[in-house]
């Protein structure tokens, strides 16, 4: 079978028509739950550039299905496709050169129509064509071709349902009235555990995925090739570092200390006024932080979230300890993770809770944990040629991984191999610290 | 009867109780007809900082009578007024600093809750306060107060019945769909008349309101007091410029040519790249234009719309004459305008269309017509102490004024001696020119 | 006799080539000795946009002979003028769009080459062919063409000769040490008379300078034509505002209290934090003034000096008063004012010097006095066209007309009619106020 | 004997005084001779931020060896150094956080005084004090640690040395008269050899500067420590690429095929409307390329040059080859590469000239090499405390390494373990890209 250079790594158990649709269809409700909340209101309006609106993500994850798999693969299929709205193409092309011209990414929020409702129309226009092509409405050539793209697309909209929640943050947090996305389900209040340190041995490692083994399922390109690295020696601290280990920070002067900063990180604390992490607030002198709950008094035993790169390098200086690199972080999550307990979406948190049992403790979920690794191509990575190479390759410049997923992670997106990426100045995403030390 | 210094031009007839509950629910009403084609997302989306959204204009609105009536005016008065929610005296000050903090205007669009629905609930929960004021919850004393602030946030409110016209316009202009606010009435084309010119001797004129007359009508403070002016010898043109006689000096290098624009015009015409008029596009060689219809081919007959100071200042240059003076205009609106025929809001146009009839024509209606008048305070002006002095005084610099009314104005709203003013690079409004030149 | 339209109010003694040359001469001379305390580097950088460099003044001066004189009137001339080096036209030429393209203005302190030493020798030459064509070189029809632009350069640069003062001034405060453009002639200090009022009664009044009279000496064309104006009866201050009385309107709060300021003020104060006028430092709790004399102690006495508009028309409202009008200030001048003992560059004080005397003191010289006139055509005014047309028409918009002259312009420049004009945000010109009152 | 941590890597040759002063002296009279051709208004001005003013480079250099040396070690002194002017330390200052605040990076133009004159009396006075404390100003203890601060300040102002030719050129290039820094010396003209691949095999290397070994001379701190790292399989490129190599990428339409690009780099080509590398200007269809001998036909054979990563990166990519890894060049450089063939700026080529040559051409000299690796701290590197600590530590992060020197580096101050790096939109530094491809 022929799979696509950009998507090697893939399920194959979704060569089952039968497991696809169940997993399309899982993929698409989950979505559908977490915009539920909002009103055509909040799913509308952009708060900054980085940020997009829901109803737009709801219509790009469509989009991807629609133009990748229904438009671009229609050699072998019953029937033709046809568009709800040609327009929807300009709109909901998020950053593909060739796909063509689309409409910029700061003014997503200047679009009031198609409505919502009219935006969750096309997601049912959308779903009746994949599902009829699922059944049979494409040959099994086509569908061996398809099976792989549509695992990428549910992977690509799981992606944005973090992206969602993380969104939304923004968008409740600039109301001054600080409204919550939901009050439901009080948070379990539970201290944190003494932090310790795990040794790691130098040594030849083996980091990536292989894209050969189909027992290990879904992977990006990015994620390959499996390559060896030399790593050193180096410790890892047992839990992500917590709100009440930051606020000491603070105290100490750490938003006036230039000694711990990076010199960009410092120009942005002096141009932007940083003194605290993005979601805190300080309150009749007690510190308050921003959730999707609304606004509540800081818990000291909770994973401080919203970090940038900048804030966390500073922090571990500050701390005596450095940021761990990609592939430290890496054999420790395929070692010693464990997703099926994590602090992910799945935990119905919505926030980082304080991390729990022995060793290496939230490794998966809670925060997304910054590296000093800058994102970059493993030795033999390419990026595939067309649309699908804009993926992941083209950003590989002036970003940090970040490992492990976190308390807004869809359940099983996250695994050891996962790069996720960002500048060294978001903040408003769930990212977080935890410390490495030489040995 | 005592009546505050920011608010002498009053109309008397609104002391009768069933009178001013008539006006009241008039205008009230209004507001709401014009909002009623928008969803919740047309209504809270702003796409640009002049821009507010309508929502926020129907909330707006809704504060001035509580914040400058039921709130400021509570003596006297039977039952004290409650506020629904105390948080929307900082979303909906617009620019009162007496009035304390409020939200920046640049942000009225960041801010999904309250919702339009809760909006509208905001808006009965004050009518029905102020109704009963009218009604008997004010005692006379009380009432002579109220009567002319009640009057003045009346024509408040017209005013923003304008505003929302013309941001719904940029809202929806801003949207690569080009959607229409209302697609009905379909728009009569007749040919513009010959341009004419009428000559008006020099002398020495009294201009602005005269505040002592009762039978002339409501007026704001800035349109006072009436003074002499020393007018030279003017000829003012028949009738706005049209989009055809706009179209030749585009043809002309209108746009390319620094010798027929102010400095800073010309340098605003090359940092934004301007070319044409603001909702001007040119498709395959043909000329359109956006209005609250949607796209449609340009009339060459009707008044040209759109044009910043700059603009109208460079085509009458270009023409060989020049704009009028503030006092040119007034005396002509004075001596010649018959606002009972304009093409104003009423009309239902929601266009400038052509002008027709003898004489001076549409003096009134069509198009806002720019003045080489600085705004500036007339003399013997002195805006009144506290927030109600805000209202007009402190915008007295660095803005040029307008005269006449346009298609978005609500009827009865303009006079000869209203004062409209923008600065000189203000393109989203309806916006126009009337030729003069020296005799 | 044939004057070009824009040069009608010329100097008629100046067709006596002696004189001219003479004026020519002397005015050449006063240039170099304002530079003269200048190193290179003093006359090449540039501290803000607005500034431009010593070396930029001493050879736009001399271009405007070469390009409106000896290139532009060829006919009837001995000797074909040869330039000394062609890419001058376009480093030199400040803002004519009719001379074609140039050097940006906010570039001109990137051009270390030509050299001080370069601009000098082009000075002599630009002055060799100028003093051959006063001499013989042209016959007497070219010299009754050249003449009045012989008078207009002559009086340009007299402008720049203040502005010389004036940049330099931005210049040395823009180092840290503070360095002085002089340290002799120490200065006089006496107390400020007591502020009194002179009453002026309404009536007709002629403005503007009348082309006609060839006894009133040079005027430039914006002066004109003159004509009548309506003025109402109003107060004028005997003397401008002190650093003393504008102490106390900083003391009472005057830059956090937004009821004295215009709205577009208020917003400048906020964005750029302004607290004080713009050449004052707070140092160990007393107030310092930055002078071309270097950093000194506060005099109470003395005129306040580089205001804004914005702060003139604030510090105005918080002292009960107003700025005055254009016409008040040119009647007061036209009337009171005696140039010829005026505070001006020739008093060699470099700074303005507390009034004196009876009545309405230092009219001129001292501070340029703002007026709340916005910069405009006077009726009848059109523009020359052509590159001499540019000199004054087209910066008729968002300026402000500025009346008397100031310590730092040349003797015998400033006269009753001239107008200043500068925008509302502008604090490195010797700007202050006379406060004015209604009757 | 004790080194500071920062300066492990010394040269222990300079522990001989008479070794030492002869160094102190060539150091700083190549700064004086690279100096020599320019004005004092050339060496004052400052024409973008991140370009110096030569006079400024002039000064830094000294406070180097005044503030790290004069001021620092005083202990065991024969005489208590005296500052010239106390004002210095503040104006001369680049960015060392710990030794206080300083004068704006942006502003170092706005400073006409101290003069060029002033500032080559800074030199000197500080020169006689160091050449004093070389001489017998310091006892045995304190030369002992003073030597190894001379030995940083001595590269330190190499560094500079590069930069002034590079910011000299931009300074030159930003007059709109294109002139020459000098014309002397023509530049022989010699074809580029074909290009051709060299591989090298996978495996575990040693990279990084081995602080122990005393006879690999000088390093900086960033250098070390030596540590394995796992490479791969790759070849490199015989040479670096050239100028028409680099045109067929633009004829090709490079700068407009958003497929070679990445994201950011994209970006900036739209933002900035990139279309060539930066010195390169289209005059009548001919290429013309800016160099300090001024402005002549593009050389095809010549190494492209003044390229961004971006661009460089591109051109990889268009090329079907990818940048170098940091670890590749090294090794390369470590086996294959000559510094004392090189084409530094003892060649006094001021310009990369065509490579020549057998094997790996120009790995020293010509253009840096961009490598695609980011740069970061190597395992086990610890930033010096103090402000010694903050030459190289702080600024790792979102920058790329490049490696082997260039035509503007002083000889003998490139080696194999050298970490150049500059942000991935810098254009202005010598930087061009020698092709690399996975085996």
Known sequence: MHIPQALQYFEETLLDRGVA????????AATLRLTAPLSAE??????????SPAKWHLAHTTWVFEAFVLKAEATGMAAEYEELDPHYHYLFNSYYEAEGPRHPRPQRGLISRPSLEEVLDYRKHVEAAMEALIGNGADDEAWARIAPLLDLACHHEEQHQELILTDIKHVLWSNPLRPAYTQTMPKEVRPAPELSWTSFDEGIFEIGHDGTKSGSGFAYDNEGPRHKQYVHAFQLASRPATNGEYLKFIEDGGYSRPEFWLSDGWFKVQAEGWTKPFYWQQKNGDWQVFTLRGQHGMNSAEPVAHLSYFEADAFARWSGAR????????????????????????????????????GLAQLYGGVWEWTQSSYAAYPGYTPAPGAIGEYNGKFMCNQYVLKGGSCFTPPGHARATYRNFFPTDARWQMTGVRLAKDV
């Open 323 to 358: 940021l761990p690199r990609e592939a430290e972080l890496e054999i420790a999550l395929a070692g010693h993770g464990n997703p099926a307990r994590a602090n992910d979406a799945a935990s119905g948190a919505l926030n980082p809770v304080a991390a729990g049992g022995e």
């Open 21 to 28: 649709l169940r997993r399309f269809r899982d993929v698409r």
């Open 42 to 51: 909040d799913a509308a309006i952009q708060t900054m550039p980085d940020v």
